[in-house]
């Protein structure tokens, strides 16, 4: 009770609001505080008829509780939600219409295995994906590798590269071409947000040769990413599955027949592996017949 007074009082810096927030007196907010003060041996609080200061010391001690604190509020969630089972609600988010079919028969199988864990999906942006982990509005979301700053899973999917050209470029015509072509045209660039771990496996600053590769405009979205190259601003390499799932008539696809395949899975935040996470994982990896995690 003493470090949670001590953490509310240096959030709210004031007597009476602490106490409201955990349902006591002033007086005894002021009980526990001298009671930490005395364990530390030095004042945490600089208290005039006017304000509620943090002393240097207070200070320390709040920044170095708030992550312990933290910690320990997710390992008692974490034992919570094993102790009752797979329940709740799990929100799950496809990145690109072709990840959704292997989705869906995770969703399948989890549904199957715990009929008490509703499963909400909805469909995420380039430009948001992150963001909708981040903020909390997606729990899982399956996506391109590599994700940086995620938990991943197993590759659930595996596709061959492939180089996106307008219908009239000069490439359009070749059965495959290499990498390295991509030094002898602008390259269409991801949006900002994009993670740089990413962007460099999709859009690299060099060939594999070490030869710059001109970086071409930054597009907003998939779909306009391939409106600039339909456009001739542009050369973008792509998954196979673009072939069917982005079909146009102002666009080509040239297999790359020395690119390494792109791979797709599911993340998510470390911090956040829950137990509804972990099974969700599991059905996904033996839905699509790979290897699950631990």
Same mark, same amino acid.
């Given at each position: 009770?003493?470090?949670?007074?001590?953490?509310?009082?240096? @959030?709210?810096?004031?007597?009476?609001?602490?106490?409201?927030?955990?349902?006591?007196?002033?007086?005894?907010?002021?009980?526990?505080?001298?009671?930490?003060?005395?364990?530390?041996?030095?004042?945490?609080?600089?208290?005039?008829?006017?304000? =509620?200061?943090?002393? @240097?010391?207070?200070?320390?001690?709040?920044?170095?509780?708030?992550?312990?604190?933290? !910690?320990?509020?997710?390992?008692?969630?974490?034992? /919570?939600?094993?102790?009752?089972?797979?329940?709740?609600?799990?929100?799950?988010?496809?990145?690109?219409?072709?990840?959704?079919?292997?989705? $869906?028969?995770? =969703? !399948?199988?989890?549904?199957?295995?715990? +009929?008490?864990?509703? %499963?909400?999906?909805?469909? #995420?942006?380039?430009?948001?994906?992150?963001?909708? $982990?981040?903020?909390?509005? %997606?729990?899982?979301?399956?996506?391109?590798?590599?994700?940086?700053?995620?938990?991943? !899973?197993?590759?659930?999917?595996?596709?061959?590269?492939?180089?996106?050209?307008?219908?009239?470029? *000069?490439?359009?015509? @070749?059965?495959?071409?290499? #990498?390295?072509?991509?030094?002898?045209? *602008?390259?269409?660039?991801?949006?900002? %947000?994009?993670? %740089?771990?990413?962007?460099? &496996?999709? /859009?690299?600053?060099?060939?594999?040769?070490?030869?710059?590769? *001109?970086?071409?405009?930054?597009?907003?979205?998939?779909?306009?990413?391939? /409106?600039? =190259?339909?456009? !001739?601003?542009?050369?973008? +390499?792509?998954?196979?599955?673009?072939?069917?799932?982005?079909?146009? +008539? &102002?666009?080509?696809? #040239? +297999?790359?027949? &020395?690119?390494?395949?792109?791979?797709?899975?599911?993340?998510?935040?470390?911090?956040?592996?829950? @137990?509804?996470?972990?099974?969700?994982?599991?059905?996904? /990896?033996?839905?699509?017949?790979?290897?699950?995690?631990?």
């Amino acid at each position: 009770m003493e470090i949670e007074a001590f953490l509310t009082l240096a @959030e709210e810096l004031h007597f009476g609001r602490t106490a409201e927030r955990l349902r006591i007196t002033t007086g005894r907010v002021s009980q526990l505080i001298k009671k930490v003060e005395r364990r530390v041996g030095g004042t945490l609080f600089e208290r005039t008829s006017r304000a =509620v200061r943090l002393t @240097e010391i207070g200070r320390q001690l709040a920044d170095d509780l708030v992550p312990l604190v933290a !910690g320990m509020e997710e390992a008692l969630r974490r034992a /919570t939600d094993a102790s009752r089972g797979v329940t709740g609600e799990l929100r799950v988010a496809f990145l690109g219409e072709w990840t959704a079919p292997v989705l $869906l028969k995770a =969703v !399948g199988l989890f549904n199957r295995r715990h +009929p008490d864990c509703r %499963v909400e999906v909805r469909e #995420v942006q380039l430009s948001n994906s992150r963001a909708s $982990l981040l903020d909390g509005v %997606v729990d899982v979301l399956i996506a391109s590798y590599p994700f940086d700053g995620m938990a991943c !899973g197993p590759v659930l999917l595996t596709e061959k590269r492939v180089l996106a050209v307008a219908a009239g470029h *000069p490439l359009a015509g @070749e059965e495959s071409v290499s #990498v390295e072509v991509l030094a002898e045209h *602008p390259v269409v660039q991801y949006p900002e %947000v994009t993670s %740089v771990a990413f962007k460099r &496996d999709r /859009t690299p600053d060099h060939t594999p040769s070490g030869r710059p590769v *001109p970086r071409g405009p930054v597009g907003g979205s998939f779909s306009e990413m391939l /409106t600039l =190259v339909a456009m !001739g601003r542009g050369v973008l +390499p792509v998954g196979e599955h673009s072939r069917r799932y982005y079909p146009r +008539p &102002d666009v080509s696809y #040239v +297999p790359i027949h &020395d690119a390494q395949p792109i791979e797709r899975g599911l993340v998510w935040l470390v911090g956040r592996t829950t @137990e509804r996470i972990r099974e969700f994982v599991r059905a996904a /990896t033996d839905a699509a017949g790979k290897p699950s995690i631990a």
